[in-house]
Structures are given as C-alpha cells and as structure tokens.
C-alpha cells in the first residue's frame, strides 16, 4: 500500500466541499472524505500535490465537468493510485450520475479491500436510493476493515434507525383495521407535546411558583385535569371559570396549579401519552405520580432543549458522569456539540412516553421522532434517570 493510501485510511474526516448531492444526512460525509482523502493526503511528489490542487479548485469553484475531465488523464496517468478515481466517484455523485459512482466506489473497494472510505462512500450512496439493507452491509464491511472508523460507525447507526422507522411503519400498514386507529393517537400526541413545549420552553428544570402565570394564558388546560388534583373541582373547571371570587391563598380554580410543591409546578404535567396511560394510577399513588411527573418534565425539557439546539440546557440534562461508548464526558459533549450545530433545522417528538420510578431511579421509554432535513427516525428510546437534588439527570440513553 502507498503511503498516500494509508493517510486516506487514517484521516476520515476533513473540510467539504460544498454539497450538492441528494439531502440525506450521510451525504456531507462523503464529500467530507473526499477532502479528507485527496486534499489533506501528503503526496509523493509536489507535481502531485499541484495536479490535484487543481481538481480540487474546479470541483470547488463548481466547475465540476473540466474537473472530470482533468481527473480522467490523471487517472489514466495514476492507474494505480486510489485518490484519483476516489475524487472521482466524489464528483460522479456531485453530478448526479449514482449508477457511476457506485460503479467506481465498487472498483476501489476490489483493488484496495483494506480501505473503509469507499465502503462507507457506497453506503452514502445505497442510503441515497433508500437501498438501506446495501447500505448497511458496506458499512458493515467499512468497520470490518478498520474498527476504529468512528465515521462508518455513525453512518451505521443512522442506517439501523432508518429501518427500525420502515419497520415500525410496515407494522403499521400491517396493523389493518388498528392502523388508523394507531396513526390518529400518533397525531394527537404531536400535537399535544407541541402545546406542552411551548409551555416547557419558558423555564429549566427546576420549577418554581412564579412560572404560574406562563400556562393561564392557555385556554383550554382541561387536556390534562386529574393526575395532580384528586379535589373534585377538576371537571367543573372548563364551564365555571369564575376563580376571582375567591380568596388568593389557594390556587385559583386551575386543576393542576394548586399543587403547593415547587417540584409538581405547572410545566411538570405534559407527558403527551399520559391521558390514557397513567391517569389511573395517578388517582391511587399521589407521591410516586409526583415523581412521574417530575421525570416527565426532565425528559419533554430534554428533548425541547436538543430541538432547540440549546446545547448549555441539553447538556444540563444529563448526569455529570454520563460517558456513553467508552468516551469521557468531556469526549462525549465535543461529539454531541459538533453533530447538533452542524444542523440547521431539528425537530424531537416525544411519543407513548411511560415512566417507571424506583426511589431515586427512573426509567423513561418513548418512541422517539426524530427530523433533521430530509432525515426522518421514528425509533424506541429509553433514558434511565437519576435523581440529583431536585432534578432528574440522565444517566444512559439506549436506542431500540
């Protein structure tokens, strides 16, 4: 193997040029690599160095087909160099013309089986036509090649959620006659934690009684009447809204703001399936409902906080020592900071949310919707949570 081929191998990551492929979110990765692997590779000779400069400053500049053109005697020049017809697939798929660049990636991948960026570029490629069995299995073969290939590891990840979502669709059209009836509950949580961020949005974790006045601009909070007020005044509430009459001490007529704790404060009761899932047991067990609540809240702020991109209140949502995948957090944080900024537009749903409390511990399992661009999960998540004073912090995050 070259010296040029091993930095390729080495170095996965690097500046992009400015995409223009198919939206999915694995396509800046491609042409990542081809960056990585053409424009920050230390090449044998300057004269090199130059010739791909100069691929590199068309490709950039748009000018995509005198780039093809000047790489084609390159490679003819270069037969066994693997930058060349790497660059190449990169601006076959700048052009659109797929069926090519999985043709050359195809060619790589046989000459030099020891490379993962090929794989992984064909996985982008499969990913693109919605092949996402393809996809899997040459990203499969990527981290084969090299274990330590985080990119291919990522890509992997997002692939395994893509079809946990077609999945978890197909059960659906399979469901028949419950189908609609699954969909229609579907659209009516979204709705309802729609409602639930905009009243989740106006304060942190920790609530307080002045946050009172946030939610009574809302007209109808009878979605949500009995699980913190067993009193009777919970179905009156939406036909009598003469609360003025009597004296302040108490809460005024409005079911769940007359919870004296701090900790069961307004913004705590939006759990989006809860209507019919928890209401019962709320009845029965007030102290471990509060708790419920409470974990509610820490995982709706959550996910309000990453669909916001608001990384100082996502990242006050987990523990201290949380270190998934054998990173340190610090590690863990940089990684989460580089893939949430890079994202101009996300959105976070929280479906079918149960919580379990066991003392200071909970667990949280929901199903998960997931937007960023033109990529769309909808996959089962579970949050374990710890209680550190008067917060809830995460203290590991599973998929499936």
């Not at 081809?34 to 950039?60: F, I, K, N, W, Y």
């Not at 992997?156 to 469901?175: E, I, N, P």
């Not at 900024?341 to 997931?370: C, M, P, S, W």
């Amino acid at each position: 193997m070259t010296d040029a081929t091993s930095a390729c191998r080495q170095r996965p990551t690097a500046a992009r040029i400015a995409p223009r492929m198919t939206p999915f979110r694995l396509a800046p990765v491609l042409l990542g690599l081809a960056m990585a692997c053409v424009g920050l590779v230390p090449l044998a000779t300057s004269a090199h160095a130059d010739e791909l400069g100069q691929v590199r400053a068309l490709a950039s500049g748009g000018h995509i087909a005198q780039a093809q053109s000047k790489l084609d005697g390159l490679i003819a020049a270069h037969p066994h160099d693997p930058q060349y017809r790497f660059l190449r697939g990169v601006l076959l798929s700048e052009q659109n013309k797929t069926a090519e660049a999985i043709q050359t990636f195809t060619q790589i991948t046989e000459q030099f089986p020891e490379l993962p960026e090929p794989y992984n570029n064909l996985a982008v490629l499969y990913a693109q036509q919605g092949n996402y069995d393809k996809a899997r299995a040459a990203l499969e073969m990527a981290i084969r090649t090299n274990p330590s290939y985080a990119t291919a590891f990522e890509n992997l990840g997002d692939v395994y959620a893509k079809l946990a979502s077609q999945s978890y669709q197909k059960a659906l059209q399979l469901d028949g006659g419950g189908a609609n009836g699954t969909q229609a509950k579907l659209a009516l949580i979204r709705q309802l934690f729609e409602a639930e961020n905009k009243r989740v949005s106006s304060g942190s974790a920790a609530a307080a009684p002045t946050a009172a006045p946030a939610p009574a601009a809302k007209p109808a909070p009878v979605a949500k009447p009995a699980p913190a007020m067993p009193a009777p005044v919970a179905k009156p509430a939406p036909a009598t809204p003469t609360p003025v009459a009597k004296p302040a001490p108490a809460a005024p007529t409005q079911v769940a703001k007359a919870s004296p704790s701090a900790a069961t404060a307004p913004g705590l009761k939006p759990a989006p399936a809860h209507e019919t899932v928890a209401s019962a047991a709320a009845h029965t067990t007030p102290p471990a409902v509060d708790a419920e609540r409470a974990v509610e809240h820490a995982v709706l702020a959550w996910a309000h906080a990453w669909q916001s991109r608001d990384l100082h209140e996502y990242f006050a949502s987990y523990a201290h020592d949380f270190a998934p995948g054998g990173l340190s957090h610090a590690a863990w944080m940089a990684q989460r900071k580089a893939r949430i900024a890079d994202k101009r537009h996300i959105t976070v749903e929280v479906d079918q949310l149960r919580v379990q409390v066991d003392g200071d511990r909970a667990t949280a399992r929901f199903r998960q919707l997931y937007s960023a661009g033109s990529l769309h999960f909808n996959s089962p998540k579970t949050l374990r949570l710890r209680r550190v004073g008067a917060h809830w912090l995460i203290v590991q995050e599973t998929v499936g």
